[in-house]
């Protein structure tokens, strides 16, 4: 199909072609835009979209577009005509007009056909939203609004939600059926692994719109967690800028985050709904304080590369993405999730007051990416680990508690392409 349009208007016709680009600029920030001169520039000026510039109409741009459509490079023209002219002959609209009769091709000469053809165009771009209701303690219905109103006037936009019934696992798959271009998750971590793992190794994008109480992968990847959240990231759905990032599948299940055995994992059990609900992130912090006086040390069975390895440990994180905040991950002061490897860290505490300072140590680490000089923190990076452990441990993956021991974990390289900000908003510290 082709992917370009054309704009052209008459003098009296140029702003009001400007505002309709504007209004509707997620839409024509997908395809290469043409236009004669002076409308050109009056919509770059107003839009900011490099618009490539062809000659004025008096000079032959209306011929220059009637050419591309001849070629079959135009999707849609858009030709704004002036309604009063002064003289009986309109001029431009006769040569585009009978290339666009002859080629089949999109044309619209006022704002009403303009808004009918963009409203098609909309629709050619497919996004499923999983929405999870019962995540964070927001408004959900007001969440659901908000997103509605920024995302269906631009695509053809569905609606999921999950129920006890039915998990979001099972409605991205629905979603990939319908023919699906882009799944959205908007929830908690839980609610975005279990959408990613249905768009694993496929080529169908994942969008997320944080609404949990951690959203770690949001903040491993960069994506807006703060002030406009839902705003932010539903510019970002539409920006349509993508990274190619791993997975990991642990017991079977998958894992786009961390598995965290022993401490981890006792801290997210004791860190309820209602304690999450009254004190937000800062549940996992008061759960892991009350852990720290009851974490025992257990024995490590680890099998790395056929070879089989002995140790003790208080706890032991396996990330495949994790931001700074998993202090727990941090042995190298960075989790990569896009080189192919998990990033193993063990830590052996003797009390306390060891363990503070351990993590304080590493979570210094991960802001400013340097490896963690502690000698109780043990890090490596591989494709694949199965640990075993005496006595048995908890474990949890992606922020649920999902069993015990022993645990089998294994990278999945180039597993999923996920919207992120542009390189530039990331650089620029914009929440968008």
Not at 166 to 189: K, P, W
Request: proline share 5%; net charge negative.
């Amino acid at each position: 199909m082709a992917n370009t349009i054309a704009l052209i208007a008459h003098d009296s016709q140029k702003e009001n072609l400007a505002n309709f680009v504007q209004k509707h600029a997620p839409v024509f920030s997908r395809y290469r835009l043409i236009a004669t001169k002076q409308t050109g520039q009056i919509v770059q000026k107003a839009t900011g979209f490099d618009v490539e510039i062809l000659m004025t109409g008096s000079h032959g741009g209306d011929i220059q577009i009637a050419a591309e459509v001849v070629a079959g490079n135009v999707l849609a023209v858009f030709f704004l005509v002036d309604p009063a002219p002064l003289t009986p002959v309109v001029p431009g609209v006769e040569t585009v007009l009978r290339s666009c009769q002859i080629h089949n091709t999109l044309l619209a000469l006022n704002l009403k056909t303009s808004e009918l053809i963009l409203s098609g165009l909309a629709q050619l771009r497919s996004i499923h939203l999983v929405f999870n209701p019962v995540s964070g303690n927001g408004n959900a219905d007001a969440d659901l609004a908000l997103i509605r109103e920024l995302l269906e006037p631009h695509c053809s936009f569905t609606v999921h939600l999950t129920t006890p019934e039915q998990g979001a696992n099972e409605l991205a798959q629905e979603a990939i059926a319908s023919g699906a271009h882009v799944v959205v998750a908007s929830g908690g971590d839980g609610t975005v692994s279990a959408v990613a793992d249905a768009l694993i190794g496929t080529e169908i994008t994942l969008g997320v719109i944080p609404r949990g109480t951690a959203n770690a992968f949001c903040l491993a990847l960069g994506i807006p967690t703060a002030i406009t959240p839902i705003r932010s990231c539903c510019r970002v759905i539409l920006d349509q800028y993508t990274r190619v990032v791993d997975a990991a599948r642990c017991n079977d299940q998958p894992m786009i985050l961390l598995a965290g055995i022993g401490f981890e994992a006792e801290m997210v059990e004791r860190a309820s709904r209602e304690l999450k609900d009254q004190w937000g992130t800062l549940a996992y912090l008061m759960a892991g304080w009350q852990q720290l006086d009851e974490q025992e040390i257990f024995d490590v069975e680890a099998e790395i590369d056929g070879q089989t390895h002995h140790l003790q440990a208080g706890a032991i994180t396996i990330a495949n993405a994790a931001p700074p905040t998993s202090v727990l991950a941090q042995g190298i002061g960075e989790v990569i999730f896009d080189d192919g490897l998990l990033d193993v860290t063990v830590v052996t505490v003797d009390s306390k007051l060891q363990a503070i300072g351990s993590m304080i140590g590493a979570f210094g680490a991960a802001l400013i990416k340097t490896p963690l000089e502690q000698p109780n923190f043990v890090h490596t990076r591989l494709k694949r680990l199965v640990v075993k452990t005496t006595p048995p441990q908890k474990l949890v993956i992606d922020g649920e508690v999902v069993g015990t021991t022993p645990v089998e974990v294994e990278c999945i390289p180039n597993a999923l392409t996920v919207l992120v900000p542009k390189p530039q908003d990331r650089k620029n510290g914009v929440e968008q």
